[in-house]
């Protein structure tokens, strides 16, 4: 029997990239693992997963749209034969993994940053306060539950081999009965995931409007192979689409490379983007907090900066 | 239609770059800074209100208990929530610093047994710990539906069925739930237009805002007369079980070096590619 319980995740009858960053999570661990996957279409998925050096790989295809309810009790089941359960700190992790450790009376440590086996203990660390302080801890229960940070596991490589497949129970939950999934519109993008990109642009309440969202910051976002991000203001506004908010409500994004366009840096925005390698700001006021952890800024009106900085970088790549 | 909302009081979490940790790294210290309502409970808290009123008419139709697991001073933040208009409070006293988010369900789940609401709403995470585990938790503890991340919540028949709008990392998420149940809120859920409740005109539109309400001076003086209950976990019969236990608290490294400003896109472009070799 494995240690280790990587909960992998489903959207759409594929296995999503975070399940990786759960495999690395189990890695960290240390000692053998298994691989569970649960949902409709989670059978004919669970190839994708059969590379990475898991013991097994479980599936459970449980059909229609994703509710937690739906999923605990069947985790929970396969769960209780494992010391440490491990997922990504995704909307599905996070939804889903602190509901199976009250099933299985485990702690659940959420959000971490860090993982060290200290001789067998897990030490842990997360980030707390917004990303202001970082806290050390273990799980006291027999049982661990554990979600991580996307940004921190890097996606498992695949280690080859090739993992066994076998089907587990579907295990029924009262709680499901009050219940009922209607329907999940996933928002669709040809650009880099936000969680996964290189280089992230940002724009802010300074934007105005969609319109210019279209015009001044996407051309930036696809000149440099982007992803797009927001802030919370922006998105209140009906700018861009929620998901594409980063902080610490939204998304925590790690790239190379982070620009933030007329965006003041708010304690709550910081919090979902500091951690990237190097921050540019466009902003007209050199005091805006966003100097805090700015490694280069350009005071400047960002209706002018960004057309200007668009022509630049293309004109930059095509001379190599 | 009767709701609990739990609430947190938090140090001020604009200034959450000001907490400082113990010389011993045992403790965070939030000396100096103001104590807030969490500002997802605020949220929450805002969006019970909503369901438990005519919008319009600004009549209350419903009951909003509050409650909150802290030390005695917490009552200052109940209060806050009484004047945004909820009816009453429960304060349950006990060391914020020893509690984990599981106990604070354990907790919880002891206050529903005896409230009974027909619904719990509650933030999705405390700007402190930084958790967003509690609600999931109760849910599980209480054998209830959870509907986590709501961005929108539409009741007409007193909140026994919900169709909730979820906020997810994917997209949006749309389910149907019957109460009773736990909800915990998203950013939207301030939206003009995001709570119907069969009460308030279907048209009605609350205005824009990036918090709840604010109280108004009506609303002071009519908190100072509600009752807030002062209870312990034993006299509810909670044994709350830790299930965490922090070593040590850390601030995080500074980011090194400086802020470079530049004086063109050239200029920007030239050491993104040179120095930082980011292009
Ligand atoms: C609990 C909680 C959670 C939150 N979570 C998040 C979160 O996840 N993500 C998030 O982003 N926010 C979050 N917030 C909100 C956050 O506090 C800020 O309100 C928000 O980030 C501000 O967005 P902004 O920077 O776009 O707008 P503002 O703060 O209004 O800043 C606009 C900036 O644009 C600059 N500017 C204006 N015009 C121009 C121009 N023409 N050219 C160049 N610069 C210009 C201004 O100088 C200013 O610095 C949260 C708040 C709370 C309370
Ligand atoms: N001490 C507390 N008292 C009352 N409610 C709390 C307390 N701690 C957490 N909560 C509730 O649980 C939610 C999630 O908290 P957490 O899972 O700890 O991040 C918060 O938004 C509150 O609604």
Sequence with gaps: MAKTLVVAELLEGAVRKTSLSGITMAREVGGDFDILLVGEGAGGAAAELTGFGAGKVLTCDIAGGYVCEKHAATVAAVAADYEVVVACASAYGKDLLPRVAAKIGAGVASDISGISNDGGKLVLRRPMYAGNVFGTLTIDTDKKVITGRQTEFEPAAPSGGSSAVSAVAEVSDAAAGRIEFVSLEVVKSERPDLAEADIVVSGGRSLKSAENFTNIIEPLVDTLGAAMGASRAACDAGYVAADLQVGQTGKVVAPKLYVAVGISGAIQHLAGMKGSKCIVAINKDKEAPIAQVADYFLVADLFDAVPALTAEVKKVKAAG | ?279
């Design chain 2, 1 to 279: 239609m009767k709701i609990l909302v739990p609430i947190k009081r938090v140090a001020d979490p604009d200034n959450a770059n000001k907490v400082k940790v113990s010389g011993d790294g045992t403790q965070v210290t939030s000396e100096g800074l103001e104590w807030k309502m969490n500002p997802f409970d605020e949220w929450s808290l805002e969006a019970a209100l909503r369901l438990t009123e005519d919008g319009a008419k600004k009549t209350r139709t419903g009951e909003v208990v509050l409650v909150t697991i802290g030390p005695k001073d917490a009552a200052q933040t109940v209060r806050t929530g009484l004047s945004m208009g909820a009816e009453r409070g429960i304060l349950v006293e006990a060391n914020d610093q020893e509690l984990d988010s599981n106990m604070v369900a354990q907790i919880l789940k002891a206050i529903v047994d005896k409230e009974k609401p027909d619904l719990v709403v509650m933030g999705k995470q405390t700007v402190d710990g930084d958790s967003n585990v509690a609600g999931t938790v109760l849910a599980e503890l209480l054998g209830w539906p959870l509907a986590n991340y709501a961005m929108s919540l539409a009741t007409d028949d007193d909140g026994k069925t919900l169709t909730v709008k979820r906020e997810l990392d994917t997209g949006v998420s749309t389910i149907k739930v019957t109460g009773p149940a736990v909800i915990t809120t998203s950013d939207r859920i301030l939206k003009p237009e995001s709570v119907k409740n069969g009460v308030t005109p279907a048209d009605f539109k609350y205005p824009e805002a990036e918090g709840g309400r604010y109280a108004s001076l009506k609303g002071i003086m009519a908190a100072k007369k509600k009752p807030i209950d002062e209870v312990t976990a034993a006299s509810l019969g909670a044994t709350p079980q830790k299930t965490l236990s922090y070593l040590k608290f850390e601030l995080p490294a500074a980011r090194s070096g400086q802020t470079t400003f530049v004086e063109s896109v050239e200029e920007l472009v030239q050491k993104l590619k040179s120095d930082a070799k980011v292009l």
